[in-house]
């Protein structure tokens, strides 16, 4: 509430090539995700808070939040390293407790937090960046060729060389009736 009546903003960025172990320690979940080892590149981040009045009257606060990151992911068509980059800009608007928030969330159109005496911004931060995380990452177009064929040349030719498995019968049907 504090941070919000004084309109501060908070921004930073964490990089790979600054300092990749503050990096891996503060963002270890979005680290997990990557299928390369260091293959979080950078995180850059901004918090603003301010106080809104609500339809009583009333200031509450929210919390604006932006961060953008690329991490490397397996390419679902190639399957090889894609950077996928993540975007997230989001509203946050508090209420008084975790009961409050639970009831207003599934019927307000903005996302509903309990104001905390104490909240832990990176935690929320990647939070958001894990939540953005396309179900099938991809390229936009794959490095190396890629085959979406379902048939196979080679074995449509080998099938037409093969006998059909009852043509044997068939010819001993035709010595059977004589």
Known sequence: MAWARSGMRLDGEWSQAADAAALAARFPRLLAEACVP???DGVTWALNAELRADQAGESVPWLHV???ATVQLVCQ???GPAPVALDVDRWFRFVKDEDTAAAEDDESEEDVLALLPRMDVGTLL???LLMAIPLVPMHGECPVPVTTAVEDED???AASEKPHPFAA???LKGKATR
Request: proline share 0%.
């Open 77 to 79: 068509r190639c399957l």
């Open 169 to 171: 019968l068939n010819q």
């Open 66 to 68: 932006r961060a953008c």
């Open 38 to 40: 260091q293959g979080l």
């Open 126 to 128: 990647e939070d958001e």
């Open 155 to 157: 074995f449509w030719q």
